[in-house]
């Protein structure tokens, strides 16, 4: 006999009353309704995505170690895949260390284990990383070699030493370095263009931050110091240089404890190659958030964590509350937008299920018209399990919620979000706290995303096929009653219970891939 339930209503404890058509009653604790189903089951939710995975892989280190974070930060260029672990201690306690690899073309391989050639206790190189064709950054802001955390960061490349050897090249100081700086807190590299943050730099005012940039000369191959970078408008605790990226002749750089919207509501400034005088890196602008909702910016921490790839930018805002307190944010900015060389607004990115404590925003990243968000701190049937979001725009400008990224084995604290990282189709992110490989060992997952997207939907089983209804609800819960295997979504495998309800209300409420 087939069975169709109904939602017949609330009662007080906020748990559905579910009945059948012939006359039997059971009461399901199918969910709360504050986390399941924010708007779904009221209207429709039409499928559009244009996005869906291809294939993943996950990654581990070979050196498997506890408490590693191998997957603290991760970034991905070609056929290269980089992994920082900054607490791994293989070779030296919380010493640190850089993992790369490489597309063999019949998956990914670890190809070496970066450390550098002064390793030290407590030095956590890889606690940011970054790569750009054959060369590699990593931060090391735990490095005493200039003063006590001072920082440091290393270039690593290819072919140095030997073929296919990624082999050090150099190491990066501050020239002016001092106590605390912690320089390499945030790396990136473009072209012959390295920068390098130092968190809580004295140099303006107290842990206000710098940032360092550095060029290879095309004759030598030395990296040299080129100048350091200091906000016009320097206060106190500012942390100018909490998020830095460049690309070509633009630099991006964060500053969590700006002030000009609220106390820690933070800023970004844009800087630009030969703006003001040959190689000169001239401001720009400085830019906040033009929030939805309630104005209160404050502790917002709006420049966390910052992306950009030609024309546009990305940048969170870790503890926005739209979507809950600390929920989170991220902005999309583009060049040219509201006037020649101004940099505008153009999207907020709040994902379909926000909640309180997800920390949206907390990694970001960009590619064309793809942007990735990570949320370290998202729950979805376990505690700070983590997401990873990705965002598409269509041809008219308009930007949407594509797939919702979670760990094919999610367990409680994975973090899985806690990096982010995409170039074109591929992507990766990163676990920090994963017991894949150890305890808190960490991980990595490489993704590669397609535009075909003809596969199943887990969630619309009913027509009409292609939106999501309460018909969809039924469906489910049909199968569910009926003890069809077709409704086992979630571990224990093979026992139906409320944890395959509430993985099957996951997957209405975020749609389809």
Request: aromatic share 10%.
């Amino acid at each position: 006999m087939r069975f169709s339930w109904l939602f017949h209503g609330l009662v007080d404890d906020g748990w559905f009353i579910v009945h059948n058509k012939q006359g039997r009653m059971r009461e399901e604790m199918c969910m709360k309704l504050f986390s399941i189903l924010p708007i779904a089951l009221c209207a429709g939710l039409t499928l559009g995505q244009d996005l869906c995975i291809e294939n993943e892989q996950l990654l581990v280190a070979s050196d498997q170690n506890n408490l590693a974070l191998f997957g603290i930060h991760v970034d991905t260029d070609g056929q290269t895949v980089v992994v920082g672990a900054s607490d791994n201690s293989s070779t030296i306690f919380n010493g640190g260390a850089v993992y790369v690899f490489t597309d063999t073309g019949d998956g990914w391989s670890e190809v070496a284990i970066l450390e550098s050639l002064d390793l030290d206790p407590s030095d956590f190189v890889g606690y940011s990383v970054a790569v750009d064709g054959d060369t590699i950054v990593a931060g090391a802001w735990g490095d005493d070699g200039v003063d006590s955390l001072a920082g440091a960061a290393y270039i690593f490349e290819r072919d140095f030493g030997g073929l296919d050897n990624w082999g050090q090249r150099t190491k990066l100081i501050a020239p002016n370095g001092g106590p605390n700086d912690l320089l390499g807190f945030d790396v990136d590299v473009s072209g012959d263009m390295a920068v390098v943050s130092a968190l809580l730099d004295n140099d303006a005012v107290l842990d206000q931050g710098s940032v360092y940039l550095y060029c290879k000369d095309s004759g030598t191959g030395d990296w040299d110091f080129v100048l350091q970078l200091l906000a016009p408008d320097p206060i106190a605790d500012a942390q100018f240089g909490s998020g830095v990226a460049i690309d070509g002749d633009t630099l991006i750089v964060g500053a969590v404890g700006d002030n000009q919207v609220g106390a820690f509501g933070g800023a970004a400034y844009i800087f630009e190659r030969n703006l003001g005088g040959q190689d000169a890196w001239g401001l720009r602008t400085k830019i906040v958030a033009d929030t939805a909702g309630t104005n209160n910016q404050i502790n917002d921490q709006f420049g966390f964590e910052v992306a950009i790839d030609q024309d546009r930018i990305v940048i969170g805002a870790i503890n926005r509350d739209l979507g809950g307190v600390f929920a989170g944010a991220a902005y999309l900015f583009e060049r040219d937008e509201g006037g020649v060389d101004n940099w505008g607004q153009v999207h907020e990115f709040i994902p379909v299920d926000a909640h309180s404590g997800q920390q949206f925003g907390n990694t970001v990243a960009i590619s064309g018209g793809r942007v990735v968000v990570g949320a370290l701190r998202s729950n979805s049937l376990v505690s700070d399990t983590g997401s990873a979001y990705v965002f598409a725009v269509d041809e008219f400008g308009v930007w949407t919620e594509q797939i919702q990224l979670a760990a094919s084995n999610p367990e409680m604290g994975d973090l899985y979000g806690s990096s982010v990282a995409i170039n074109g189709d591929q992507m990766v992110v990163g676990a920090r706290i994963d017991t894949e490989a150890g305890i808190d060992g960490g991980s990595a997952t490489v993704i590669q995303l397609s535009s075909d997207c003809d596969v199943p939907c887990l969630a619309d089983l009913a027509e009409p096929f292609g939106v999501l209804n309460l018909q969809d609800v039924f469906a489910y819960l049909g199968l569910f009653n009926a003890q069809d295997p077709a409704a086992d979504l979630a571990e224990p495998f093979e026992v139906l219970n409320l944890q395959d309800v509430f993985a099957y209300l996951a997957s209405f409420n975020a749609g389809c891939p």
